[in-house]
């Protein structure tokens, strides 16, 4: 089984920046893919974007595309979520999650609240 703490989030003005990080722990030799989720207040959990974590290859949402960036570093790791060109809609609870090939991800954190205010 994974760990997962999520950290960084905050207060940030419409247009700053902000970087989460995702930091892994216990069975995390068959990690095949991180990513990253958030939930809105009201509104359903949704996919923000992932890495595979042997490759580095990234996908995102079309609502973060361009503005959001996501890295790993297998020594610590640790996933890391940078977000630029913040916007209001952006508000949310970050969560990250893991999973193995050829299953569904699993969470495990309490997420991170970021507040982007306009």
């Known amino acids: 089984q994974v760990q997962l703490v999520e950290s960084g989030g905050g207060l940030v003005q419409a247009g700053g920046s902000l970087r989460l990080s995702c930091a892994a722990s216990?069975?995390?030799?068959?990690?095949?893919?991180m990513a990253w989720f958030r939930q809105a207040p009201g509104k359903e959990r949704e996919f923000v974007g992932r890495i595979t974590w042997g490759s580095g290859s990234t996908g995102y949402a079309d609502s973060v595309k361009g503005r959001f960036t996501i890295s790993r570093d297998n020594t610590k790791n640790t996933m890391y979520l940078q977000m630029d060109s913040l916007k209001p809609e952006d508000t949310a609870v970050y969560y990250c999650?893991?999973?193995?090939?050829?299953?569904?991800?699993?969470?495990g954190g309490q997420g991170t609240q970021v507040t982007v205010s306009s």
């Open positions: 999650a893991s999973r193995v090939a050829r299953s569904d991800y699993s969470f």
């Open positions: 216990g069975r995390t030799f068959d990690t095949y893919a």
